[in-house]
Structures are given as C-alpha cells and as structure tokens.
C-alpha cells in the first residue's frame, strides 16, 4: 500500500509563495504519474497539476499555468508543487495522488489510485 504525506501548507499573504512537498513511501515512486489536487469548502476537488512518472510531461490547470510548478525527485520519492503569486481563490486543502497507469498524466481524480490527506494553504487578502 502506497502512502502519500503532504507537508508545506501555511498562511500566506496574497502575492506570496509556498511550496508543498509530498513524500511517497510503500511502493515504487518512480513508475508512479503524480498529482496535485485541491478543495476549497462547499467545493468539488479540482485538479491542479501533475507530472508524468520521467517528468517529461506536465499538465496544469489553467487558473494555476504560469504561477505554479509541479516537480519530483525520484531518489528522494517526492514529489513538489512551488506555487507562486498566490490568490485567495487559492485558499484550499491541497492533496496529492499517486497513479499507477502507464500513459499520459490526466486530470481525472478518478483515475487516481492513491491519496494523501492534504495540507491546507491559506491565501489572506
């Protein structure tokens, strides 16, 4: 069983910067697409972005393209999100997800086979 731990969230002011980590432990990280998603209160999880298993392919949501940067480290089974001129439409419990198919990362959270508990990041105004 994969298990996923999330760190890094916080209270930040509008214009500032976070960056989350995720480490993976119990499987094989490397062969893993990995992804970050997000929920804000009353809302639907949301995909943010995710990273092929070579980091060769990247996917972002549009609100976040050009703000926030997904990454991973292969000898160290994490996975990052740097996020950037953060927003207070940001303001959510931010997961990640492990996906054990072979293919192109997607933004489906169902396709997702395992998950984190998330951190909580807090974008004042």
């Known amino acids: 069983q994969v298990q996923l731990v999330e760190a890094g969230g916080g209270l930040v002011q509008a214009g500032g910067s976070l960056r989350l980590a995720c480490a993976a432990s119990g499987g094989t990280f490397s062969t893993y697409i990995m992804g970050w998603f997000r929920q804000a209160p009353g809302r639907e999880r949301e995909f943010v972005a995710a990273?092929?298993?070579?980091?060769?392919?990247?996917v972002y949501a549009d609100s976040v393209k050009g703000r926030f940067t997904i990454s991973r480290d292969n000898t160290k089974n994490t996975v990052y999100l740097q996020m950037n001129s953060l927003k207070s439409e940001d303001t959510a419990r931010y997961y990640c997800?492990?996906?054990?198919?072979?293919?192109?990362?997607?933004?489906?959270?169902?396709?997702?086979?395992?998950w984190g508990q998330g951190t909580q990041v807090t974008v004042s105004s």
């Open positions: 997800a492990a996906d054990r198919r072979y293919g192109a990362p997607l933004r489906t959270p169902e396709l997702y086979d395992f």
């Open positions: 990273i092929s298993e070579n980091a060769a392919n990247l």
